[in-house]
């Protein structure tokens, strides 16, 4: 679609909305950038915007005369795709993409697209090392924090896009085409925002829906959904594997990494030698060494690239050690499976940080896997009498649960009460939302308080 002179209203005035602004009056469209909130101003939105001269600004509802001169949509990802006001408009005939969408219509060269309930920020992270080592230009953007509208126009053909894609994203793509994609795994998440487990796992699934056989797309084994999906999925299936050999694909033999492919066996590492820990993390490690693989990166440069990577912050992070108690940040476990991963990875007793904002999620399987590791299970925020009935409906000990309003509160009692030998962890799984704006803020004052309190 050219978009030079059309009228594009900007749903949402966020970083990905601003993006989606300054990119579309880079190609030449007129943009208007829209925000509910009535206690902004329409010379408010365009003051963020690189050329504010070029754009309009407008708050509160969308006029029908608006609404009848607009040639596109582009939504931000934090507004759900069945608003009222969006139904209206799609239902007026208006093409409707999303930041990645817009962002895909603006690049040149290729593109590798990482999704996934878990682990998609350490993947797309590791993959991006990878690539960054290898390739002369690489951009690593989308849901990892870097708007991939920012990107979009310094590309060549030359370059490589790594992108983390979240279900939000994937809902308003269209021609959004990755030579290679991943689905790591998909466990419940963001009901509240799909309303069905059904409606979340095809929009996962639409990573690869432009994907012929001549790209890729790997996938969880050991993921029943996703081993369904291989059969229905358009590109080259690649599996790995934490739990089985596979006759073609990539797997965990005992503590090493083994790729196949059309008869060649590739042993590719030594877990003991990665910085990262868990089951999970090596699955991490897998999805990505697959794309990197089957981008052209030679063995020995994906081998040097994942050796020295390091985790990601607020993932199973470590932070310090204090009068012998080991404290860890996963701050980005904010669902019970990415919780799970959280507590599999702890090899002391520990005293467990849980619990925030409430998104509908079950606790139970969560609950379940603390396989007696937990001394105490720390409960603060919205979740906690959730948490609380769900852990003594497990059979949790009632005297090992204990509630506080705070987190900081939280952390006086694990500073107080963790013995040599035992490991404090913050891994919510809850969003952060409500006493924090985001999950790296909670995360970044866990950390400050080991460093500064302890």
């Not at 993006?19 to 101003?41: M, V, Y």
């Not at 998609?120 to 870097?146: F, Q, R, W």
Request: proline residues 4%; negative net charge.
């Amino acid at each position: 679609m050219d978009l030079k002179g059309k009228t594009v209203l900007v749903y949402g005035a966020g970083k990905s909305g601003i993006g989606a602004a300054d990119l579309l009056t880079s190609l030449g469209a007129h943009p208007i950038l829209f925000d509910e909130n009535e206690d902004k101003t329409p010379e408010s939105l365009t003051a963020l915007l690189a050329c504010p001269d070029k754009a309009e600004g407008l708050v509160g509802s969308i006029p029908p005369e608006v609404a009848s001169s607009l040639d596109l949509v582009v939504l931000s990802p934090g507004v759900p795709t069945d608003k009222p006001a969006v139904n209206a408009l799609r239902d007026a005939g208006i093409r409707i993409w999303g930041e990645v969408e817009l962002a895909w219509q603006a690049t040149h060269g290729r593109v590798l697209a990482v999704t996934g309930t878990n682990g998609k920020t350490t993947t797309t992270s590791l993959l991006g090392e990878i690539m960054e080592d290898a390739c002369p230009e690489v951009y690593v953007v989308g849901n990892i924090g870097n708007a991939y509208t920012g990107a979009a126009l310094k590309t060549t053909e030359k370059s490589t896009v790594v992108a983390e894609i979240s279900s939000f994203q994937l809902e308003t793509i269209e021609d959004f085409h990755p030579v290679a994609s991943a689905i790591l795994n998909i466990t419940p998440d963001h009901l509240n925002r799909h309303h069905t487990m059904e409606e979340y796992i095809r929009v996962k699934e639409c990573i690869s829906m432009n994907q012929t056989k001549a790209d890729v797309c790997v996938l969880n084994y050991e993921d029943a959904e996703l081993r369904a999906f291989a059969g229905r999925c358009s590109a080259r299936v690649f599996f790995f594997s934490s739990a089985r050999e596979l006759p073609e694909g990539i797997f965990l033999d005992g503590r090493t990494i083994v790729l196949r492919d059309g008869g060649n066996e590739i042993r590719v590492l030594d877990t003991e030698d990665l910085h990262l820990i868990g089951t999970h993390n090596f699955e991490n490690v897998m999805a990505a060494v697959a794309m990197a693989y089957f981008a052209g990166v030679p063995m020995d440069s994906i081998r040097t690239s994942t050796l020295a990577f390091r985790p990601v912050a607020h993932r199973i992070e470590y932070v310090d050690t204090k009068n012998g108690v080991v404290w860890y940040n996963d701050s980005k476990g904010t669902n019970p499976d990415a919780a799970i991963k959280g507590i599999q990875a702890m090899k002391w007793p520990t005293l467990l940080i849980a619990g925030g904002y409430d998104k509908g999620s079950d606790y139970t399987e969560w609950i379940q896997s603390f396989d007696g590791k937990v001394r105490y299970l720390i409960l603060e925020g919205a979740t906690r009498y959730n948490i609380q009935k769900a852990a003594l409906a497990c059979g949790f000990p009632a005297e090992q649960i204990v509630m506080f309003e705070t987190m900081r509160e939280a952390m006086d009692f694990c500073r107080d009460n963790a013995r040599p030998g035992d490991a404090v962890l913050l891994s919510p799984a809850c969003a952060s939302w409500g006493e924090f704006p985001n999950y790296e803020v909670r995360g970044d004052q866990f950390k400050e308080y080991v460093r500064k309190e302890i």
